[in-house]
């Protein structure tokens, strides 16, 4: 089975174009995600590049207890329901647990796994049950060769419809590296998207909010995109000093066009007739 093949049976409809999955982190309410929304499809319209609107309905990984989780479940996904109804988008959000898988497939088209989560079999189970496209992010604990055993119990559980996300490995206690070397390794296991943002965290500050480097979110892009992502993962906000959630790495929605424009130029670059 050639490549081709493979990224049809995984449900990948982006072809050789750059797939790009892009939101705020949380939804913080309707009038945030819908600027976001209507921000980010018009930028994906203008490039001819396909989109997958993404935010969280939970924050369930928190480093402080009074760090901001979300506005309810429900309501969350009936935003992000009605955020892919109105622009006609898919939409992914994140899993926590095996019982919420089924909940959210209800709303959204694609189900991530989170990294810290990617080893949880009940989690994996659950979610290829559902039948939805189920991305799992690389945990920042494991080898880019370790994720072939997430991709088997998706596989196994009956759905061949499994990508990869990676979002970097952990650097001793307080930095994130991305190891380039992850893409060719994880495309063979199934379309690989990069995290670009969540990869330049700066996790357990003394503070108990998360740092980040985002003046670099454009020069890790061009490097994963380079290196053979088949697409990429952006929390943007329009105000992200603002943000509720990540507000340290986040891309600023303005300068969303100018990074998409960058990569797609390399993408198109490394292409392989």
Same mark, same amino acid.
């Given at each position: ?93 994140? %899993?926590?647990?095996?019982?919420? !898988? =089924?909940? $959210? &497939? +209800?709303?959204?088209? #694609? ?105 670099? %979110?454009?020069?890790?892009?061009? !490097? =994963?995109? $380079? &290196? +053979?992502?088949?697409? #990429? ?41």
């Amino acid at each position: 089975m050639n490549q081709a093949e493979c990224f049809q049976n995984a449900g990948w409809t982006a072809g050789n174009r750059l797939q790009i999955i892009a939101g705020p982190c949380v939804i913080e309410g309707e009038d945030v995600a819908m600027e976001v929304a209507e921000g980010v499809a018009e930028v994906c319209a203008a490039l001819d590049l396909p989109l997958i609107f993404k935010g969280s309905y939970r924050k369930a990984n928190r480093s402080r207890l009074d760090s901001f989780t979300g506005i309810g479940d429900e309501k969350a996904l009936e935003i992000l329901a009605k955020v892919g109804e109105r622009s006609s988008l898919p939409t992914t959000t994140d %899993i926590h647990a095996a019982e919420e !898988a =089924a909940m $959210a &497939a +209800g709303y959204v088209d #694609v189900l991530q796994i989170p990294a810290f989560l990617c080893r949880q079999t009940d989690l994996l189970i659950a979610a290829s049950q559902t039948g939805k496209v189920v991305n799992i992010k690389k945990g920042q604990f494991l080898s880019p060769e370790a994720m072939q055993h997430a991709v088997v119990k998706v596989q196994e559980s009956g759905n061949s419809r499994v990508w990869l996300t990676e979002r970097g490995t952990m650097l001793g206690y307080q930095d994130i590296v991305l190891d380039m070397r992850s893409f060719p390794v994880m495309a063979r296991m199934a379309p690989v998207i990069a995290d670009i943002t969540h990869s330049l965290q700066q996790p357990n500050q003394s503070s108990g909010v998360t740092g980040g480097r985002p003046e670099l %979110i454009a020069t890790i892009g061009k !490097a =994963a995109v $380079a &290196a +053979g992502a088949n697409g #990429v993962f952006i929390e943007t906000h329009p105000r992200p000093g603002e943000a509720l959630s990540d507000s340290a790495n986040m891309l600023p929605l303005d300068q969303l066009k100018d990074l998409l424009t960058q990569l797609k130029r390399v993408h198109a670059a490394v292409q392989v007739d």
